[in-house]
Structures are given as C-alpha cells and as structure tokens.
C-alpha cells in the first residue's frame, strides 16, 4: 500500500465501544495482510490484530474476545472494532499493512505507517 490513514479514536469510559477505520491507497488490496498496532509514549509498539489475505485473522492475548478486525475489500479499507475497552487500551492506535505474512511482534516486515488516531479509556 502506497499510504494508511487511521481515524475514529477518542475518548471513551471504560467499558465503552470504538470502531477504527484504516483507509488506504494503492493497488491489490485484497493480497494483503492487515495489522493494527498501538503504542503508549516511551514503550514498543504493541501488535494488536492482523487479519490474512485470505481471511483469518489473529489476536494479541491482551485484545482477544474484545477486539475484532475487519475488511472491506471494495473501498480498500479495514477496520478494528473495540469493545469492553480497558484503561490499559489507552494508546495511539496505528494501521499498516504486508504483503507478506503478517507479524504481532516483527516491526520490520512493514513499511507503510499513518499518524495514529488516539484512544483514551477513561476509568
């Protein structure tokens, strides 16, 4: 993907609901893989959900049960909708995208990064 545009964070109480889109450009969407990150000033960024190609998707143990990622291959945009949000979801959610197999954890296989939307989970 030549960019990724995150949207849709905000303020929420715990216990809340966000959906945040990822809009991107470029060609072939439907032959990537999808991943979501966050990261809270001063640690790493954090793998959050990634969804294959072919459709399967995978969670951090953290987000698992709450978190859902999702596609829509026609506009070329993907999707993460949080619920039961925790004070500790509280971070910059970031969107990218692979065209090889996705990874929680392996930083270098991406290339494309947004700005980030913020989600704060207020207790």
């Known amino acids: 993907q030549d960019h990724v545009t995150e949207s849709g964070g905000g303020t929420v109480q715990e216990g809340g609901s966000l959906r945040l889109t990822c809009t991107t450009t470029g060609s072939d969407f439907d032959k990537w893989d999808l991943v979501w990150f966050r990261q809270v000033p001063g640690n790493v960024r954090e793998g959050v959900a990634c969804?294959?190609?072919?459709?399967?998707?995978w969670y951090a143990s953290s987000v698992k049960g709450r978190f859902t990622i999702s596609r829509d291959i026609p506009k070329a945009t993907f999707y993460l909708q949080m619920t039961s949000l925790l004070p500790e979801d509280t971070a910059k959610y970031y969107c990218?995208?692979?065209?090889?197999?996705?990874?929680?954890?392996?930083?270098?296989?991406?290339?494309?990064w947004g700005q980030g939307t913020q989600v704060t989970v207020a207790s």
């Open positions: 990218t995208a692979t065209g090889g197999r996705c990874s929680l954890t392996d930083l270098a296989k991406y290339d494309v």
């Open positions: 969804m294959w190609n072919g459709g399967s998707t």
